[in-house]
């Protein structure tokens, strides 16, 4: 399984992440596509690779080309917590979630959403 942090997750979690070498793969956007692509345009690339996407963007669910990337794609996605938080924080909220999130990620027919919270729950979204 890979995590695809999105550009508004940003790259100091995931590199952290790739640093202690966890038992999935970690990855980030600025890896993989430029800083300026559209989400309608790496949305889809990341759905076919069957990655999960991780973002602080909490909207893909309302905006008609994320929403259908999402579905046509089957993508899994996690909106994380604290997006005006430190990077320190955000760190401590994913680690709460870690062991829900990849349960998740590897039980929940797909297309998902789930957003995470501060103290790491995973709350449910719906899909329109």
Known sequence: MILFFDRNAGTTV?????????????TYHQEHFPMNSPDDVWL?????????VLTQDH????????????KD??????????????KWELMRSFARCYDRLLDRA???PRPFIYKVS???????VRIP
């Open 59 to 70: 909207k893909f669910h309302l905006l008609p080309n994320e929403l259908r990337a999402l």
């Open 118 to 124: 501060k103290d790491g729950r995973l709350i449910a």
């Open 106 to 108: 590897m039980n929940t």
């Open 14 to 26: 995931p590199k952290a992440l790739q640093a202690l070498k966890p038992p999935v793969g970690i």
């Open 44 to 52: 889809p690339q990341v759905g076919a690779w069957d990655w999960i």
């Open 73 to 86: 794609y089957n993508i899994g996605c996690f909106y994380l917590w604290g997006a005006k938080a430190t």
